[in-house]
């Protein structure tokens, strides 16, 4: 039952990391024609990294220790 626990963890999480990741894509879509390209696509990387990085920590398994 634990395993069922983890999963809606991680549903919980990524979810909305997935509906903001597509508002950050549509402003880059935007952008392109703006010269603040670059600064987009560093806040992309940055919060990309993050929610990789969240859903990496939260498939962990701790009971192996």
């Known amino acids: 039952m ?3 626990y983890r ?9 909305p990391s997935i509906l903001l990741l597509a508002l950050i894509m549509y402003l880059i879509f935007v ?7 670059p600064v987009i696509a560093i806040l992309t990387a940055i919060t990309t990294f993050t929610v990789v ?3 990496n920590w939260l498939m962990t398994d701790d009971s192996k220790t």
């Open 2 to 4: 634990k395993g069922v």
């Open 31 to 37: 952008a392109k024609t703006i010269s603040i390209v």
């Open 7 to 15: 999963n809606i963890k991680v549903a919980g999480w990524t979810i």
């Open 53 to 55: 990085a969240m859903v």
